[in-house]
């Protein structure tokens, strides 16, 4: 089982344990970001999870759900796997994150364009 990244506890990015750092870890796990976007409209069982997330792995992804859980972003109802409060606190900060990315896209077309001159 690998370490569950907690505020104040020595994360990667950060000896200190800051916890933009810890959310940036806990985040940037393979599979993350997308178990809890796939969580926005409401509960999943583990296969349809797993079904969602194009296979992925049970191990890995038994391992972000416990990650997930731990971090109070994920709880386990009789129907499955939801989002907790916090996670849809979380998942309210996916659209500006979705704006950046376009944005960013945007640059690089015009980057990619104007290296083919």
Known sequence: MTN???????TRGSRHGRPIMALLDLLGRRWALRVIWE???GPLTFREL???CGDVSSSVLNQRLVELRAA????RADGGYHLSTE????LELYP?????AERWA????????RARR
């Open 106 to 113: 945007r640059r690089e077309r015009v980057r990619r364009a």
């Open 72 to 75: 109070d972003v994920l709880a």
């Open 39 to 41: 969580l926005r409209e």
């Open 50 to 52: 797993q079904a969602r």
């Open 87 to 90: 996670g849809r606190r979380l």
């Open 4 to 10: 569950i990244p907690r505020p104040g506890a020595p």
């Open 96 to 100: 500006a994150m979705h704006a950046w």
